[in-house]
């Protein structure tokens, strides 16, 4: 079920691409997942995330990777690790996350529109 949410309500949410810098092993993770470093550019900085993104990407894959992320949610504790903003993703029918990502080359800190 849909809820309707008022457009000004969407409008609050910064939603920003950026570039994977670095993916490190979560092993402390309940559920398998990376640490991420994501750069946003001089505006909104360095930012780390944890993502279940294990089914279908590997670490090595995921450095130089454009993404979207929510960046001004508040700070998240996922076990010993601060994730910092929300990395963005559609499931397939088993599950596993794909990321979003623009078709073409975007700056990092870039707002969706």
């Keep these: 079920m849909t809820i309707p949410i008022p457009f000004d309500d ?9 570039t994977i810098v670095a993916a490190d092993a979560f092993p402390e993770a309940r559920k398998p997942a990376f640490k991420l470093t994501i750069d946003f550019g001089p505006e909104v900085g360095v930012k780390r995330s944890s993502a279940q993104i ?25 076990g010993p690790f601060m994730s910092e903003v929300l990395v963005l993703g559609a499931s397939d029918e088993q599950g596993r996350i794909s990321l979003l990502a623009p078709d073409h080359e975007v700056p990092d800190g870039s707002r969706m529109h």
Excluded: H
């Excluded at 969407?10 to 950026?18: D, M």
């Design 10 to 18: 969407f409008l609050k949410v910064e939603v920003r691409a950026g």
């Design 54 to 78: 294990t089914d279908l990407y590997s670490l090595e894959a995921l450095v130089g990777r454009k993404v979207m992320a929510v960046t001004n949610f508040a700070p998240r504790q996922i």
